[in-house]
């Protein structure tokens, strides 16, 4: 018989009944049972998340930022409940969560602590900067991957908290450092004008130095004079005691002239009388003659002295009148040169601080408070109101007295011409006296004559006595007025020395304040130093600190606040859950199903034995009823997974021609170790089966496996088929194909030795063959 004869004759055996029927039915839908039934429970889980109910505990209690409340705990709730993953409860307490989770009512909970938003919110204060937590609760017995789920959904809503709020605080940083720019530029910009104001400021300190330097040269001028003020009302207060002193005996002069003529007009009237009587009374007229003689040389002589002090008199008086007006024209120009410097300075000094503020050297605040201070300096270095009244009293004074002076000097030279010519007379009357002394006889006939002349002469005596009275009193008042001149003089030598004092005062202020001046130069140049180095530094800095525009700073705060972009370059992609363990299932599927195949089908039919055909056409007669059945297992499970479950696959014909191949190699070495070892064969394949399941890779990378297995799965078939089939169904790269592909011929090589091995021992019979411990 041919190969082909004894594979269909094994299955027409196989098919003669109907139970042998549905029996090959049932076991070729086996892989189609495990594997696309498994498939189809598993094809996409994440997609059903949402029938899992889990629990949100909202317990944020919200935070202000930038003035406006915000609850972050609710846009996460409300995320959470957008994204739709999972279907949501939400509860009041972090124990009800806790109990629900336990007894399995909710599949985990997420616990937002009351202090979520202020920990959030927290960056932007850089002394209490805190982190916010998410709680997470889980319990393992609920369901492990939903609890994986849960860590994978609380790690993404992390991810996606941090990152927004990590943008927003970065963005906040950003907009900080443009506003620092910002201020800084202004503050550069302001260092120049303070530089190019300092550099004004120096030009005007130095021509406030130079305005400083002229009001000290004019208050050493103002003091200069002060002194030669002081000098001129010391002599004048001197001239006025000499006056006083003069005036004093020249009124003790006229008292005595005044004593004098009333003598006269009283001895004039007796003379009168006398020479009334003479004429009838000669006979006493010489010794009357003698008596008259003698007063007139005594009254010549007293009116020599009078005339001469007279003259005295007026020449003092007027030499006062003199002295009067000079000091008042001094007093008056000193008053006028002083008020005149103090204004010009004080003018000068206006002029020079509106033109600082006009160059924008100095604010107005200040400039009026340097206008107080100097107005106020010069004030107080000004002669105090109190003297300043005192001299005007005094020119006053003096000025009245003046008058009166002037009218005393008047009046004195009167009396000293009245008093000359007075005296003049009473010379001629003692020559006469002398004469008529000398000639009493003649003078007997000219009594008549003389007692006319006696008359007139008392009359002429009356007036001088009168004149004498007038004069007496008019010295008096002259003396009173000389007094209170004296004492003016001396108040304003008084006021004089106040002055000269103040005028120091003003001289030392000046100087101090020009040596300020200096401090204020030397200030100023170390002000233009440090601020040139504050506008160069302040540019330097302005151009060192960020200043991005709106599209770069919200790219920035993006690129902050998630600094690192994951970019997932997919060179094969598993389009489900299922998709990625569609090649493991489908390559288990297919071992399983040859695998049943043992529990009905015989590795090597018996009648084959007995014929004389080679070992080799008897044991492929033998695997071929396997491999056609696991072929047609393979090609139902592929078309339910690729058409039912929509499979994508990369290369769909390829991949179908693996399983095949995959087939057609597990049927070999399946049955080859069925036929070499019977009943026994069966167990070593069942172990088989479990060291490639475990082996194969196909839920975890193999190389998570402990070491000793990693072997195992290089040298199985079955990790070669889960990763062929992963690089035909996914589209990856097929240059692995080659070697998996010779892995499985090999793999069926040795199977089909094995059946021919089989083969060659089962031709020879022995008691065991005809009673075998095990039976198939």
């Known amino acids: 018989m041919t190969t082909l004869q004894l594979a269909l004759s094994e299955l027409k055996r196989m098919t003669r009944g109907t139970l042998p029927k549905l029996a090959i039915i049932a076991l070729t839908c086996v892989p189609l049972l495990y594997g696309a039934l498994y498939l189809y429970a598993n094809w996409n889980p994440q997609g059903n998340l949402d029938q899992v109910t889990a629990a949100v505990v909202n317990l944020d209690d919200g935070a202000k930022k930038d003035g406006k409340f915000t609850r972050i705990g609710d846009d996460v709730v409300d995320n959470l409940e957008e994204d739709g993953t999972f279907s949501w409860a939400h509860l009041d307490s972090r124990e009800e969560a806790q109990d629900a989770v336990a007894s399995g009512q909710y599949a985990f909970a997420l616990v937002l602590p009351d202090d979520f938003s202020a920990a959030l919110v927290s960056p932007g204060d850089f002394k209490d900067a805190d982190q916010a937590d998410l709680e997470l609760l889980t319990n393992d017995a609920n369901n492990f991957m939903v609890s994986n789920f849960a860590r994978t959904l609380a790690g993404e809503v992390r991810t996606s908290v941090s990152e927004e709020v990590g943008t927003e605080t970065a963005s906040a940083m950003i907009a900080g450092f443009v506003d620092i720019h910002d201020s800084m530029g202004e503050a550069a910009d302001g260092a120049e004008k303070l530089y190019d104001g300092t550099m004004s400021l120096g030009d005007g300190v130095v021509t406030l130095a130079d305005g400083t330097t002229k009001l000290v040269d004019g208050s050493s001028e103002l003091s200069d004079g002060s002194v030669k003020l002081k000098s001129g009302t010391a002599q004048l207060s001197s001239g006025l005691q000499e006056l006083l002193t003069g005036q004093k005996k020249l009124s003790n002069g006229t008292s005595e002239l005044a004593d004098g003529t009333s003598k006269l007009a009283t001895g004039a009237d007796k003379l009168s009388s006398g ?65 005149k410097k103090l204004d010009k300075a004080k003018t000068d000094t206006q002029s020079q601080i509106d033109q600082l503020v006009a160059d924008g050297v100095l604010t107005k605040e200040q400039a009026e408070t340097i206008e107080t201070t100097v107005t106020q300096s010069i004030e107080d270095s000004s002669v105090p109101d109190a003297l300043d009244s005192k001299v005007t009293e005094v020119n006053s004074n003096l000025s009245t007295m003046q008058d ?95 002055l000269v004092d103040g005028t120091d005062q003003l001289h030392s202020g000046l100087v101090k304040l020009s040596d300020g001046v200096g401090d204020l130069s030397d200030g100023a140049t170390k002000l233009e130093d440090g601020s040139g180095d504050l506008a160069h530094g302040l540019d330097n800095g302005v151009k060192q600190v960020p200043n991005p525009d709106k599209k770069t700073s919200d790219k920035l705060a993006d690129v902050i606040g998630a600094p690192v972009a994951l970019d997932n370059v997919k060179q094969a992609e598993a389009q489900s859950y299922g998709a990625g363990l569609a090649p493991f299932f489908m390559t288990l599927a297919t071992y399983m199903g040859v695998l049943v195949l043992t529990q009905v089908m015989r590795p090597i039919t018996k009648r084959a034995l007995l014929s004389n055909g080679s070992n080799w056409k008897i044991s492929i007669g033998g695997w071929l009823p396997f491999a056609a059945i696991a072929v047609v297992q393979t090609s139902l499970l592929y078309a339910a997974v690729h058409f039912g479950l929509g499979l994508n696959t990369a290369h769909p014909w390829m991949a179908w021609l693996l399983m095949v191949l995959a087939a057609l190699c597990f049927s070999a070495l399946i049955q080859g170790f069925f036929a070499l070892l019977g009943t026994a064969g069966k167990f070593l394949v069942l172990v088989l089966m479990v060291l490639q399941l475990i082996t194969a890779g196909g839920t975890f990378p193999w190389q998570t496996l402990p070491e000793p297995l990693q072997f195992l799965h290089q040298i199985l078939p079955m990790g070669n088929v889960v990763l062929g089939l992963r690089h035909l169904v996914y589209g990856a790269d097929l240059s692995v194909m080659s070697t998996i592909i010779g892995s499985l011929i090999g793999y069926t090589v040795l199977g089909l030795l094995l059946s021919m091995l089989a083969v060659r021992k089962n031709k020879t019979w022995s008691l065991k063959t005809l009673q075998p411990e095990l039976k198939d």
């Open 275 to 339: 020479l009334n009587t003479m004429e009838s009374k000669t006979a006493t007229l010489p010794s009357s003659v003698n008596k008259l003689n003698d007063g007139a040389q005594s009254a010549e002589s007293a009116a020599q002295k009078l005339a001469t002090g007279s003259r005295q008199v007026a020449d003092g008086n007027k030499q006062l009148a003199t002295t009067a007006d000079d000091a008042i024209s001094v007093i008056n120009q000193l008053q006028t040169d002083a008020q």
């Open 404 to 498: 009166k002076l002037h009218t005393l000097s008047d009046g004195s030279e009167q009396v000293a011409d009245g008093n000359q010519q007075l005296a003049t007379g009473l010379g001629t009357l003692a020559d006469g006296t002398k004469k008529l002394n000398a000639a009493v006889p003649s003078l007997v006939e000219g009594i008549s004559s003389a007692a006319d002349g006696s008359a007139t002469l008392a009359s002429g005596a009356h007036s001088a006595n009168d004149g004498a009275q007038k004069l007496a009193d008019g010295q008096v008042s002259a003396l009173n007025g000389t007094a209170k001149a004296a004492d003016g003089a001396k108040t304003l030598d008084s006021g004089a020395a106040s």
